[in-house]
Structures are given as structure tokens and as C-alpha cells.
């Protein structure tokens, strides 16, 4: 009797512990039925909400590195460390400004590129004679790193090494999917995994869209809480069942 009782000890504890898990708090959150956030027309001219196409278009990413031009004001020259080194290319289109006058931008186009050690250096010439008095230049480097479907900067919210991406289901409506990122320029990046051409993403007004996603979140956890089913009462482990006494 003793041996048949502590089986079916072992046989409630083993249940008990799966139910704990089940509603434990580490437990995985199934997806809501509705997993989107709406947005009424009020709410999206408050944030100027915008919505910007996944597409495939060129991604580019600007290198900036300090330039000194020559006495004739027409040739800047500069150094360029790794790891950016590797993507200054002859041919390359330069913006360029004096550090006191940013209003003032100067075209250029890379000329020469020399090796030195770990870096390179760079000669850019101007399109036009530089400013008078200016000895020094910020350059932006223009590099070409191809063309991908990508999405723009300001889409993307990043939580640790998650990136998240608001997705216009249908009007009014967004939903939040993990993108996987691969190039990132200037203003567009590319996404590697996560979404389709012609997806329409939101640009500005996601942070707004993201935080009442997750506040709406927030509210549902504790009427999820309250709505699962109790654990059945169960004895303490070492503790045997007590049988009643007959009369």
C-alpha cells in the first residue's frame, strides 16, 4: 500500500510541476489574436505619423575624415583610417566644408588614393576654388555600397540587439515584426530578413506606435494572469496522502 501511495505521490508532483510551469511567469506569452496597434487619424497628424515602402534602392554611407586644402584653394588633401580605408575609391563624390562656415558646401571628387601603412591618403579636388582664409575642410566622402531592400534610419527601433519595425497591416493598424539588418548608410539600411518588397513601414511616429504597443501589453498580462486556471491543491513533497477513517 505504502509502495502504491508513493507512486501516485510521484504521479501528482510530476503534474503539479508541468501546471506550475504552464503559468509561471517565464513562460512564453502566446501571440495575441490581434497583434497590432491601432492609431486613429487624430493620433497620426499629432505625430505626423509617416509611412515609408521597403524597396530595393542604392544605400549609401558617408565617410568623414579632416582635409587641409593647397595654397590655389582647389586640392584637399586628408587621411583615411581603417576599417574605412578598404572603401575610398578614385571617382568618389565629396562633400566638403569649412568647420566655421557649414553653409558653405563644396563639390569635390576623389582624385588620388595612396596607401600609407594601416590607411590611405586621400586628394579630393574641388569643382570650384575653395573659401578664402579657409585652411581647413570637414570631407564627407560619398561611398556606394550597392543596392538592397532596405527601409529608412528613422524606421528601425532598437531594443539590445533586437531591431524592430512597425508594419502598416491595414489602415490604421501596425504591427511590430523583427527585421535582421545587414548594410547601414546614411539614411537607408538594409534588411536582410524580416520583410517584403512594397511592405509599408513606419517612419516617423513609430516610437509613438511602440510605446502604446507595449503599454497595451502591459494592460492585458494581468487579465491574463487572473483569467488562467489556479494550480490543483497538491500535498507537500515527503508528505503522504491521509486516507479518511471508516466508522
Not at 588620388?112 to 582664409?133: F, K, S, W
Not at 506606435?209 to 494592460?219: F, P, R
Request: glycine content about 8%; hydrophobic content about 40%; charged content about 20%.
Amino acid at each position: 500500500m505504502k509502495r502504491a501511495l508513493h507512486s501516485f505521490l510521484l504521479c501528482v508532483l510530476a503534474a503539479g510541476s508541468v501546471s506550475a510551469q504552464q503559468v509561471g511567469p517565464n513562460r512564453v506569452r502566446p501571440p495575441r489574436s490581434a497583434d497590432s496597434q491601432k492609431v486613429s487619424e487624430s493620433q497620426a497628424a499629432d505625430v505626423t505619423l509617416t509611412l515609408s515602402q521597403a524597396a530595393v534602392r542604392p544605400i549609401q554611407m558617408w565617410v568623414r575624415t579632416a582635409g587641409a586644402i593647397d595654397k590655389n584653394l582647389k586640392t584637399l588633401t586628408a587621411y583615411v583610417g581603417q576599417p574605412n580605408a578598404a572603401l575610398v575609391k578614385v571617382g568618389q563624390r565629396v562633400r566638403s566644408f569649412p568647420p566655421e562656415s557649414k553653409s558653405s558646401m563644396y563639390q569635390a571628387r576623389v582624385t588620388r588614393v595612396v596607401p600609407q601603412g594601416g590607411r590611405v591618403i586621400v586628394e579630393a579636388t574641388l569643382a570650384a576654388n575653395g573659401r578664402v582664409g579657409a585652411a581647413n575642410y570637414v570631407m564627407e566622402i560619398v561611398v556606394d555600397r550597392g543596392n538592397f531592400l532596405s527601409i529608412p534610419n528613422e524606421a528601425i527601433i532598437e531594443e539590445g540587439e533586437k531591431h524592430i519595425v512597425y508594419v502598416q497591416s491595414q489602415p490604421g493598424q501596425y504591427m511590430p515584426h523583427d527585421v535582421e539588418i545587414g548594410v547601414q548608410g546614411e539614411l537607408y539600411t538594409h534588411v536582410i530578413k524580416g520583410l517584403n518588397e512594397g511592405d509599408q513601414v513606419v517612419t516617423f511616429g513609430s516610437f509613438f506606435i511602440d510605446s502604446e504597443y507595449k503599454l497595451k501589453g502591459t494592460q492585458e498580462a494581468p487579465a491574463a494572469a487572473e483569467a488562467a486556471p489556479a494550480p490543483s491543491e497538491m500535498p507537500h513533497p515527503g508528505e503522504m496522502p491521509q486516507m479518511p477513517h471508516q466508522k
